[in-house]
């Protein structure tokens, strides 16, 4: 069989099919951390090596996992160096949803289809380069046929490089995750409020200028559940004295109060949830936060988030939200949790998830203990503009699942098409573009 054929991932006929009815969607990615001012300026890419290895914390991790000394993953070797080490470590890593991401990129994008190993590196280096030499970030956004773009943006943001920009819509996301931490950073750059009402105020602001820039999705990280909302009182003081000690209780009046205001503008809440972060302080202090160096948390407490989504619900301040939790072994009960309020949705398989049996494990569940049909699809989440070879990945593994099911006899194939496009695409333009339209 060839090396990654146009078959990969798809289990037989059917799933062949049924990807082909969705291999040449548009893409819809409501969720990503690219830098618009790369979009609206059109820069070109210097070499592979940067533009795969210059903030992908996905390889960086790998190859600390495989030995590679850090001076070639974010230290000051160049980037042939870095590319050529990372490509030393790519056969250790079968099954890796780096080695299935890292083939369709240099198949899709670069036209190579050949293993990358050490002995190959330099060879692939030089075609590569060769092909991306005359492309910008729109060229590549073409080739992906990115239709809409959203970015994660502080709220302090100036918003200054969002737009259309040919085909491709760029949009803000509004995520005050900073402030819910206390940070004194970000409370300067809002402007120093001195009271919990003026910095109400000022988030109220900032949040309608996010929308008069084409904002229409929040976003919200967090590595442990809400716990109770605290009076307006005890906010106040916690905000006054910058009190990090009770920074948990802070943060769930603030995002219950923003949350009344997304569901007053119609915006749509992503909820990321379950991490563990940078539990290497060592290297932490050397390569600073985002670095490959955040895990899943071992427990997550869904009885408590059951009870903040109630306590949204109950004084009508629940948007619409989709659920991401970082450890899958929750996910029955987040997908049971879906079911109880008519708006929260459950989220595509993110970060340590995204991965062959992670998608497939994710479809199972959710199709089990929620509605597979209503999932909003695929998201990137990444800082690469080569990484929407993703979607591709997802739909392949998606179309395979779905054909289990149709060649047992157990779902019709006219269902099966449109289940695929819904899943795709369709759902995806509902939820985040069509719905603010329509209203």
């Known amino acids: 069989m060839e090396f990654f054929d146009d078959n990969a991932l798809l289990g037989n006929d059917t799933a062949v099919k049924l990807y082909g009815t969705v291999k040449d969607l548009a893409i819809i990615d409501f969720h990503c951390h690219l830098d618009e001012a790369q979009i609206a300026r059109d820069d070109g890419f210097e ?16 190859m600390r996992l495989c030995g590679v000394d850090e001076i070639y993953i974010t230290g000051n070797a160049s980037w042939y160096e870095k590319f050529i080490n990372y490509a030393a470590v790519m056969p250790k890593l079968i099954g890796n949803p780096l080695y299935y991401w890292t083939h369709f990129e240099l198949k899709q994008l670069f036209g190579i289809n050949i293993p990358l190993n050490a002995e190959n590196a330099d060879r692939i280096w030089n075609e590569a380069n060769a092909v991306l030499r005359p492309l910008t970030v729109r060229d590549i956004l073409k080739r992906f046929k990115a239709e809409y773009i959203a970015t994660t943006d502080d709220p302090a943001s100036r918003l200054e490089y969002h737009g259309k920009y040919e085909d491709t819509v760029v949009a803000p996301t509004f995520r005050a995750d900073r402030l819910f931490a206390l940070d004194e950073e970000s409370i300067k750059e809002l402007g120093n409020p001195c009271t919990l009402e003026e910095l109400k105020a000022t988030l109220k602001e900032r949040l309608e200028f996010f929308i008069s820039k084409g904002c229409r999705i929040a976003d919200c990280g967090f590595d442990e559940i809400p716990g109770y909302v605290c009076s307006d009182k005890e906010a106040e003081d916690i905000y006054i004295k910058r009190d990090k000690t009770r920074k948990q209780a802070f943060f769930a009046h603030i995002l219950a109060y923003l949350c009344k205001l997304y569901r007053e503008k119609d915006i749509v809440l992503q909820l990321h949830f379950g991490t563990y972060r940078n539990v290497n302080t060592k290297m932490f202090g050397i390569c600073g936060r985002d670095s490959g160096f955040d895990i899943e948390r071992g427990y997550i407490d869904t009885d408590s988030l059951a009870v903040y989504l109630d306590y949204l619900n109950t004084n009508d301040s629940l948007p619409v939200v989709v659920l991401y939790p970082l450890n899958a072994y929750c996910l029955e009960s987040v997908c049971t949790l879906s079911g109880a309020f008519g708006n929260v949705y459950i989220g595509a398989a993110w970060w340590f998830n995204d991965t062959v049996e992670g998608i497939k494990r994710y479809l199972s569940v959710t199709s089990e203990y929620s509605a597979l049909g209503i999932q909003p699809g695929m998201v990137t989440d990444s800082r690469s503009f080569s990484s929407y070879a993703r979607f591709d990945f997802f739909r392949r593994i998606l179309a395979s699942f779905v ?10 194939m006219s269902s099966a098409e449109a289940l695929m ?5 369709n759902n995806a333009k509902k939820l985040i573009i069509q719905r603010r339209n329509d209203g």
């Open 421 to 425: 496009k819904d899943i795709c695409y």
């Open 47 to 62: 070499n592979i090596g940067k533009l795969w290895l210059s903030h992908d914390h996905y390889k960086w991790r790998a």
């Open 403 to 412: 054909a289990e099911k149709v060649d047992k006899g157990e779902y019709d």
